[in-house]
């Protein structure tokens, strides 16, 4: 049922969209001037979207102007008429005018993103709107006022870091809880500025009229700077650290690739495990770098193959890579998953076990050539009564599976 939950999500956004889309065109657009001026907001959002995977909200200014219309109720000091299909007519129709220089670029907007903002719109909309016009908040003060649209924001951001992470779980079939969790710690950071903003800009244009939109978008937009440079930092971190795993590969002492699949694959395991993203990060970093300390050695290991080597001198290996990976300034918690990897698993973190698992599945199955994927499977499986952690083992052999279903392939990426 889990894979097919992102269709299910799509369908509701699509159905919600062809209703509205069709009472609009039906009633016509009311307020036209003001629908405008959102809209155009919500594309001027797009087009400044970032898609660096480690921002939740790529495009916080769209998201805020979005929400601030499903919650206007006055423009300059006079009511609002529009209703909630309209809301979500014109908010869809800015995300999609927005995303159109992204299209031409390369790939635009996710269909799970503009699931979401519709679902998420749609819902604050419904909720707001009619209570309005029925005049249920005339009697209602300004602090109060203010503090059900913080309310009605802060519970659409939480309806939505639930969708989110039901669509994660849904694609990658990693488990819902640590999802969930990843996605409710981002909210006090840019997801706290989105409801912020999206509630002082319809309190803004309620006062002073549509002149509060662009000013109330610079705080954001200066906000969104920040953390487009934090993803240059990021990126800039992670190629240094990819580098320095490829140094194995150019001194020949690990085959090409080997470093990139055992750190790809580490990450899915991981996923189906439950880290929390953190803690995927220190593990794909550690997993880049586990074969560093070959470096140090005098006579290289034939092919690079540790997993077969004697357990005092993987040991050897594994203390000599965590001295160096201590010296490049890499978290700390990198450089004690480097030096535990050989270990035995039951003293070992969790990341540990997953890289001495992924590495030595990588290298058997390498060496056995056509059916190797399914005889280093059942290699790792007979070595859990000592060596790999059995918890381990079967993760990886769900994600093996879950991979060849999705590719409809027999064989397996990683062994390539």
Avoid at 93 to 100: F, H, I, K
Wanted: overall charge neutral; hydrophobic content about 45%.
């Amino acid at each position: 049922m889990s894979l097919r939950l992102h269709t299910l999500v799509h369908a509701c956004a699509a159905v919600l969209t062809t209703g509205c889309l069709g009472a609009t065109l039906w009633n016509g657009i009311t307020e036209r001037g003001i629908a405008l001026a959102f809209g155009v907001l919500v594309a001027a959002g797009e087009l400044t979207r970032h898609n660096g995977s480690h921002i939740r909200q790529a495009a916080p200014l769209a998201a805020a102007g979005a929400l601030a219309y499903a919650l206007l109720g006055e423009a300059d000091g006079r009511s609002t008429h529009h209703d909630a299909a309209q809301i979500v007519t014109v908010v869809l129709a800015g995300s999609l005018l927005g995303s159109v220089p992204h299209v031409g670029r390369g790939p635009g907007p996710a269909r799970d993103h503009l699931a979401r903002r519709t679902l998420t719109v749609g819902f604050v909309a419904v909720c707001f709107q009619p209570l309005y016009g029925r005049g249920t908040f005339d009697d209602w003060g300004g602090s109060a006022h203010a503090l059900l649209l913080l309310a009605l924001l802060s519970l659409s951001t939480l309806c939505d870091a639930v969708l989110a992470a039901a669509l994660a779980h849904s694609r990658t079939g990693r488990p819902f809880p640590p999802a969930l969790r990843d996605e409710l710690r981002a909210l006090p950071g840019i997801g706290a500025a989105v409801v912020a903003t999206g509630a002082v800009m319809a309190l803004g244009v309620a006062v002073v009229g549509l002149w509060a939109l662009p000013l109330l978008s610079v705080p954001l937009l200066l906000a969104q700077l920040s953390y487009r440079r934090y993803a240059a930092v990021r990126a800039t971190y992670r190629q240094t650290i990819t580098s320095l795993a490829r140094a194995t590969e150019i001194a020949g002492c690990t085959p090409a690739g080997h470093a990139r699949r055992v750190a790809e694959l580490s990450q899915s395991v991981g996923r189906d495990l439950g880290l929390t993203e953190p803690d995927l990060t220190v593990l794909e970093y550690a997993a880049l770098m586990h074969d560093i300390g070959q470096l140090s050695l005098v006579d290289p290991v034939p092919v690079g193959a540790t997993a077969a080597l004697s357990v005092p001198e993987q040991r050897r290996i594994a203390l000599l890579g965590g001295a160096v990976v201590r010296q490049t300034g890499v978290d700390p918690r990198v450089a004690g998953i480097v030096e535990r990897q050989a270990d035995p698993h039951r003293e070992q973190p969790l990341a540990a076990r997953i890289v001495r698992v992924v590495n030595a599945y990588d290298e058997k199955s390498r060496a056995g050539g056509p059916g190797g994927p399914l005889t280093a499977l059942e290699e790792l499986r007979l070595g859990t009564a000592g060596e790999y952690a059995p918890q381990v083992v079967e993760s990886l052999a769900r994600v093996l599976s879950r991979e060849r279903r999705d590719l409809g392939e027999h064989g397996d990426r990683y062994a390539t």
